[in-house]
């Protein structure tokens, strides 16, 4: 019996979000609307938004001694996420500038602050957090390095989910312990090169598992998703909506897809009920203050 349904290894950081009409241009300056400060993170995002959902869930990162800090530990444990794990010091917390247009999409800076202080040796002494969980997520706004530890940190029958975002090459080990590797289209053409991508979601799925993961999800907004495996390639859709914000959607699909996995659900049925966590949250501005509960996405 695990202690946890999900352990989340990543960042945390604050998101600092200004609403524009437009993005600006290189040299040029808009206004924008006031300033907002959420608790944010790749890391972060999926923990809240596995634990919102119902799942045992603990957080393995590193924040600052500060007020950023504070925040992110106080809304970690407001949504039921185990905190243990979060290890404080060492840098300022990590820092995400945010802008978002009308339509609801972003642009997003990060200052990795903390994040880039957590090590594989904090990974080595967090061995009874990998022992006591089923599934293991990670991203990569973290070093690289500490994501190489996860991997070589899983407990035997664990499972391994990595989002590698920001995108950049990942080494055969943690490539084949990706089970799936989720990646949306920029993310799959990073990491396959532009003259292996393809045209088409399925080709860069059916590229990417020859690089070594055990299964790939990509994910298409609001066309939904696609799963790939060894025993083929389908279409997941999603549920059409009105999007306000796309800001950590993205962490809500992988945390709700990692959650479900774990819980048995085949990848395909995984992934549909995470499209559907992801379409609630655009429907609500900010990362995860949008995150909904499952009794909000069985109405949806």
Known sequence: MNDYDLLV????NADLVIGVERRPGPGETVLG???????????????????????RTA????????????LLLDAQRAAGVDTAGVLVGGAPTGVALITVDPSGDNSIVVSPGANGRLTPGDIRAAAGLFRASR????????????????????SPGSRFVL??????????????????LIVNEHE?????????A???????????????????????GAAGALVASPAGVARVPSVRVAAVDTTGAGDAFAAALAWRLGA???????????ARVGAVAVTRAGAQESYPTAAEVAAL
Not at 9 to 12: E, L
Not at 188 to 196: D, M, N
């Open 59 to 70: 957080l393995l990162a590193r924040v600052g001694d500060d007020a950023h800090g504070r």
């Open 163 to 180: 989002n590698p975002s920001p995108p950049r090459p990942l080494p055969a080990e943690v490539l084949a312990a990706c089970d799936p």
């Open 135 to 154: 599934v293991v997520s990670a991203q990569l706004e973290i070093p690289l390095e500490t994501v190489v530890e996860v991997v070589r940190g899983l």
């Open 264 to 274: 048995g659900e085949p990848l395909a049925e995984a992934a549909a009920y995470a």
């Open 9 to 12: 290894v990543g960042s945390a």
């Open 33 to 55: 609307s006031d300033l907002a400060v959420h608790p944010g993170g790749k890391g972060g995002n999926q923990a809240v938004a596995a634990a919102r959902l119902g799942a």
């Open 198 to 220: 393809g045209a088409a979601p399925e080709d860069w799925a059916r590229s990417l598992l020859t690089e070594g993961p055990r299964s790939v999800v990509v994910t298409l």
């Open 188 to 196: 799959a053409k990073v990491l396959l090169g532009e003259g292996r």
